[in-house]
């Protein structure tokens, strides 16, 4: 692992970060943001320039690059205040997970899509009464003759209106032991009795997330993704993806921040000297700073090991990077709004509008207990309290 960069990752941040500056936050994420409207022309131009699908196969239309470069394009962008979430789902989860066990045929007809943004793949695997314990859910696919019919509920999935299709997470009865195990389906937005409404959230953001009904919804045999018998791995294998990405999103967030407070304790003056002069204002941006700069290490450690196929190593890493991230990012904003004293908390910097989706980092994908829990009983070999 070499912390230099080769020059393809070189220009590929310099191209990203020159995208972000077209769509920055205050001149186009902020509004879109607080109209909710989703950022369809920054997704199609990333699509169109190659970086939605740098980490899918060439082969299939993408860059045959690795997650380490998809977490550049998502670092750059979010680093921007342009951060995409569905980038987390659809290239990184989605993508990654039918690139490596879909049949040719969803390779074909899914891959190709992903890679350019014309097409978007939600992941759905939330239910309202398992929550983190994803292993309770009860979303059920049952055989009826060459189809499926997936019936039960999701909540909190993100980007349903602008996606194609979702990922669903289900669950089939085992012939031999009657035990539940999960499988994973690919279920077109527009199939009969799959019936999507939007939640309530308090967040400003561009993307909705969604509550799900499935009713006797019908899919056929074609659907499923993978085996029906190794699902758990399959799913496994879009984890450490959806978090790196996640920890990229928010270390970008962070950069935004810290960038943002800079720039305005060097040019505010209240006293003799600009307000960045005042160690009470410097010494927590640095600090900031260096913890950010801890998580990105992590993240790009993350990023190695999957890339290099140690899925195990990766998955340390993965967690702790997304734990750090989280944090780092989200004491990084709250610093940027100190920082701008009253003008954090005033429309025109939009800082105070970011909270609520730096937040997310520390809820989503897995939770920040989730991880804790994580490293307390794989790294530390604690027992294990649930
Ligand atoms: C904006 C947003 C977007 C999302 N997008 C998606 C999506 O696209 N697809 C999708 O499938 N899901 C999505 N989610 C769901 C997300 O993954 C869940 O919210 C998350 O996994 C936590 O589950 P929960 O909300 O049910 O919390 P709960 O499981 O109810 O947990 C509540 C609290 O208890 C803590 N807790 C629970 N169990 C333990 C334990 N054993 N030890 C210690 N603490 C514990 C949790 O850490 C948390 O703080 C999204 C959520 C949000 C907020």
């Known amino acids: ?25 205050v001149d186009y994420v902020l509004p879109r943001s607080r109209r909710g409207e989703p950022l369809t022309e920054l997704w199609n131009e990333a699509g169109k320039l190659g970086f939605l699908g740098v980490n899918l196969p060439e082969e299939y239309g993408g860059g045959g ?19 995409l979430l569905l980038v987390v789902v659809s290239p990184a989860i989605c993508g990654t997970i039918i690139g490596k066990y879909g049949t040719d045929e969803q ?105 799900l009904f499935l009713d006797e919804v019908r899919v056929p045999g074609e659907a499923l993704v993978g085996s029906e018998d190794a699902a758990l791995m399959q799913l496994f294998a879009g984890l450490n993806p959806e978090r790196i990405l996640g920890a990229s999103m928010a270390i970008g967030v962070g950069r935004y921040a810290i960038e943002a407070a800079v720039k305005y304790a060097k040019e505010r ?31 790009q450690k993350a990023a190695f090991l999957y890339d290099s196929g140690d899925d195990f190593g990766a998955a340390e890493a993965a967690n702790m990077a997304k734990y750090a991230a989280a944090e780092a990012s989200i004491k990084a904003l709250d610093q940027a709004i100190q920082t701008h004293g009253g003008a954090g908390l005033s429309k025109e910097y939009g800082l105070a509008a970011m909270l ?14 989730m991880i804790l829990n994580f490293v307390s009983q794989h790294s530390l070999g604690l027992p294990r309290s649930y």
């Open 356 to 369: 609520g989706a730096a937040r997310i980092a520390r809820v989503a994908p897995v939770s920040r207990e």
């Open 1 to 25: 692992m070499s912390f230099i960069e080769s020059d393809e990752q070189k220009a590929l941040r310099a191209a990203v970060s020159k995208l972000g500056e077209r769509f920055n936050y």
């Open 65 to 83: 690059a690795g997650i380490y470069e998809l977490a550049l394009v998502q670092e750059e962008l979010a680093a921007h205040g342009a951060g």
């Open 269 to 299: 003056t209240v006293w003799k000297t600009p307000i960045g002069a005042h160690q009470g204002v410097a010494h927590p941006l640095a600090q900031a700073k260096i913890e950010l700069e801890l998580a990105k290490v992590m993240m």
């Open 107 to 211: 390779k074909q007809q899914w891959l190709p899509g992903l890679a350019d943004g014309s097409k978007i793949m939600a992941f759905g695997i939330t239910e309202a009464d398992a929550g983190s314990n994803s292993h309770q859910i009860s979303t059920t696919a049952r055989r009826d003759g060459a189809d499926w019919i997936l019936t039960g509920s999701k909540i909190f999935i993100s980007g349903v209106d602008q996606a194609d299709a979702v990922l669903i997470v289900a669950r089939t009865e085992d012939h031999k032991t009657g035990k539940l195990k999960p499988a994973l389906f690919i279920v077109p937005t527009d199939t009969e009795n799959f019936v999507k409404t939007p939640m309530e959230m308090d967040i400003i953001e561009p993307d909705h997330q969604f509550t």
